[in-house]
Nanobody
Framework: QVQLVESGGGLAQPGGSLRLSCAAS????????MSWARQAPGKGLEWVSG????????YYADSVKGRFTISRDNAKNTVYLQMNSLNPEDTALYYC?????????????????WGKGTQVTVSS
């Protein structure tokens, strides 16, 4: 069965960095785009970033552009999110998700599989 397991979350200071990982199994990872989304306390889900199956193109929400970098290693079935210059507004539960064929990277209502999330807290 499909599994997505996020890791790497934790507590970071403002201006600090964290690197999230999402290990995938149960499907042909290299054939699918992947995305990251987040949910801050008391707020709705927000798409963060997406990457095509071969890693050739990446996309970012305006709120993280220039600070976050998504990447993937298809040999390791893993997608990453490098987060730099963190600020308290980045505090959220971060999810990775598998994007089904034919759907947009930011179309989180259509993702078919989600991980359970990893908590990121940015605070001094």
């Amino acid at each position: 069965q499909v599994q997505l397991v996020e890791s790497g979350g934790g507590l970071a200071q403002p201006g600090g960095s964290l690197r999230l990982s999402c290990a995938a199994s149960g499907f042909t990872f290299s054939s699918y785009a992947m995305s990251w989304a987040r949910q801050a306390p008391g707020k709705g889900l927000e798409w963060v970033s997406g990457i095509w199956s071969d890693g050739s193109d990446t996309y970012y929400a305006d709120s993280v552009k220039g600070r976050f970098t998504i990447s993937r290693d298809n040999a390791k079935n893993t997608v990453y999110l490098q987060m730099n210059s963190l600020n308290p507004e980045d505090t959220a539960l971060y999810y990775c998700a598998k994007v089904p064929s034919g759907y947009g990277l930011a179309d989180y209502g259509s993702y078919d599989y989600w991980g359970k999330g990893t908590q990121v807290t940015v605070s001094s």
